[in-house]
């Protein structure tokens, strides 16, 4: 049990990644590890698309060339959720170095998104368009799984929900049909342990925010 809570604990996103490959059986072993995860029915409804050197590279020049000729922005939160992306983004690019109004230095930081942040192994994940939230916490729960095998084997991850900004372009690149739903990107790789966003641990809230434990009649949900 201690050795799960360290390894929950020391999970983070990695924001600058090595060049150095990634040995295939570690990569093989966490993805046969994540397999035994959940889901409705056993339907498995994840489907992980990894793509590694010339095809890599391929999407990242493909997403770049269009991130420069047609920018757009992350799709926005509901009003009442948007100050979390704020918190967090002052964060990062603090962590960075980049002020609050240097607007020029974050949108570049932003751009590595669409470049993986120099990882050398990218995931596309996707579920099946007609399948719906109950099976999207299946994909959920085979991404942390996939995450955390990772994580124990020494290689760093960042989920990406940037990635979906660009579905079409992503879709092309690795002819993903058009039933599979994308639900969000991974970068794989080995942490640049010089680079100090790769080390930022950023807070959570404590349980009660977010769970509620009901024992009598009088107990109520938190809103």
């Given at each position: 049990?201690?050795?799960?809570?360290?390894?929950v604990?020391?999970?983070?996103?990695?924001?600058?990644?090595?060049?150095?490959?990634?040995?295939?059986?570690?990569?093989?072993?966490?993805?046969?590890?994540?397999?035994?995860?959940?889901?409705?029915?056993n339907?498995?409804?994840?489907?992980?698309?990894?793509?590694?050197?010339?095809?890599?590279?391929?999407?990242?020049?493909?997403?770049?060339?269009?991130?420069?000729?047609?920018?757009?922005?992350?799709?926005?939160?509901?009003?009442?959720?948007?100050?979390?992306?704020?918190?967090?983004?002052?964060?990062?690019?603090?962590?960075?170095?980049?002020?609050?109004?240097?607007?020029?230095?974050?949108?570049?930081?932003?751009?590595?998104?669409?470049?993986?942040?120099?990882?050398?192994?990218?995931?596309?994940?996707?579920?099946?368009?007609?399948?719906?939230?109950?099976?999207?916490?299946?994909?959920?729960?085979?991404?942390?799984?996939?995450?955390?095998?990772?994580?124990?084997?020494?290689?760093?991850?960042?989920?990406?929900?940037?990635?979906?900004?660009?579905?079409?372009?992503?879709?092309r690149?690795?002819?993903?049909?058009e039933?599979?739903?994308?639900?969000?990107?991974?970068?794989l790789?080995?942490?640049?342990?010089?680079?100090?966003?790769?080390?930022?641990?950023?807070?959570?809230?404590?349980?009660?925010?977010?769970?509620?434990?009901?024992?009598?009649?009088?107990?109520?949900?938190?809103?």
């Amino acid at each position: 049990m201690f050795d799960f809570e360290k390894l929950v604990r020391s999970r983070c996103s990695i924001r600058r990644f090595l060049p150095t490959p990634i040995p295939r059986e570690h990569l093989e072993e966490a993805l046969a590890l994540a397999q035994l995860a959940p889901s409705n029915s056993n339907i498995q409804p994840w489907r992980l698309f990894l793509t590694e050197g010339e095809r890599t590279e391929r999407l990242r020049e493909a997403l770049m060339a269009e991130v420069r000729a047609h920018p757009r922005e992350l799709a926005p939160l509901p009003a009442s959720f948007r100050a979390y992306r704020r918190e967090l983004g002052a964060m990062v690019y603090g962590s960075m170095g980049i002020a609050r109004d240097d607007e020029a230095g974050r949108a570049v930081a932003s751009q590595r998104n669409y470049e993986f942040f120099g990882a050398p192994v990218v995931g596309i994940l996707c579920m099946h368009r007609d399948l719906g939230l109950t099976d999207a916490v299946g994909v959920g729960m085979y991404l942390q799984t996939l995450v955390l095998g990772l994580t124990a084997r020494g290689i760093g991850t960042c989920v990406q929900a940037a990635l979906k900004t660009y579905p079409e372009v992503i879709r092309r690149e690795l002819a993903i049909p058009e039933e599979l739903e994308i639900l969000c990107g991974l970068s794989l790789g080995y942490a640049d342990p010089e680079f100090p966003t790769n080390h930022l641990k950023v807070p959570k809230q404590p349980v009660d925010k977010n769970v509620s434990i009901l024992r009598t009649s009088q107990d109520t949900l938190r809103p």
